[in-house]
C-alpha cells in the first residue's frame, strides 16, 4: 500500500518562502513520476509542478520560476520550494505519486 505524507505547510507573508516535504512509502515505482497539486476553497484540485524520474520538471504557468519541485528518489522523497508566494497561492497543496496515489494534503496560507 502506498501512502503519501505531506508537511511543510504553513501561514506566510507575501513574499514569504516555504519548502513542502513529501514521504513516501510502500511500492512506489522508482519510475513513477511525482507531483504537487493544489486546492483553494471552492476550486477545483489544480496542477503546479512535477517531476519524472531523469528530473524532467514541468511547472504551470503561475509558478513563473517562483516554485522548484526536486527529489530524492533514494528516499522516496519530493520536494517543493516555493519563494516569491502571493495570497493567490493559498490552498491545500497535495503531493501525488504514479499519477494515481494522493496524500492527505498540507495547508499553505499566505497573507496580504
Known amino acids: 500500500q502506498v501512502q503519501l505524507v505531506e508537511s511543510g505547510g504553513g501561514s506566510v507573508q507575501a513574499g514569504g518562502s516555504l519548502k513542502l516535504s513529501c514521504a513516501g512509502s510502500?511500492?512506489?515505482?522508482?519510475?513513477?513520476?511525482m507531483a504537487w497539486y493544489r486546492q483553494a476553497p471552492g476550486t477545483e484540485r489544480e496542477f503546479v509542478s512535477s517531476?519524472?524520474?531523469?528530473?524532467?520538471?514541468n511547472n504551470a504557468d503561475f509558478v513563473k520560476g517562483r516554485f522548484t519541485i526536486s527529489q530524492e528518489r533514494a528516499k522516496n522523497m519530493v520536494y517543493l520550494q516555493m519563494n516569491s508566494l502571493k495570497p493567490e497561492d493559498t490552498a491545500v497543496y497535495f503531493c501525488?505519486?504514479?499519477?494515481?496515489?494522493w496524500g492527505q494534503g498540507t495547508q499553505v496560507t499566505v497573507s496580504s
Open positions: 517531476i519524472m524520474t531523469d528530473g524532467t520538471t
Open positions: 510502500g511500492k512506489i515505482s522508482r519510475m513513477c513520476s
Open positions: 501525488q505519486a504514479c499519477r494515481k496515489y
